[in-house]
């Protein structure tokens, strides 16, 4: 698998936000993805060190309406929890593309 497949979208929320004090970075990944492969993704496209990678799969989840029916609401995916080492950050903004 390429670098440039594995890596979807970086996570931006309030609770994400929040942990990057802790050099903590969240991503959504490729369902094929593991640890290593993310961990050369994101020291490729951000030139940053990383310190360890966990990786959370999402779960489907469903909500039923009317009569027994069923509606997803969202995909089954990946999210990668990405620690950096000490005094290094990513900018989303800037990304090696090449």
Request: proline fraction near 3%.
């Amino acid at each position: 698998m390429e670098l440039a497949q594995i890596l979807i979208s970086p996570i931006v929320t309030e609770k994400s936000t929040k942990s990057q004090a802790m050099q903590k970075y969240f991503f959504i990944v490729n369902l094929n993805a593991n640890k290593s492969q993310v961990r050369k993704a994101i020291e490729y496209a951000y030139g940053v060190k990383v310190k360890s990678v966990n990786i959370v799969p999402i779960l489907r989840k469903a909500r039923s309406a009317g009569a027994g029916k069923s509606i997803t609401k969202r995909h089954m995916g990946k999210k990668a929890i990405v620690t950096l080492e000490p005094k290094n950050s990513i900018d989303f903004n800037k990304i090696k593309i090449s």
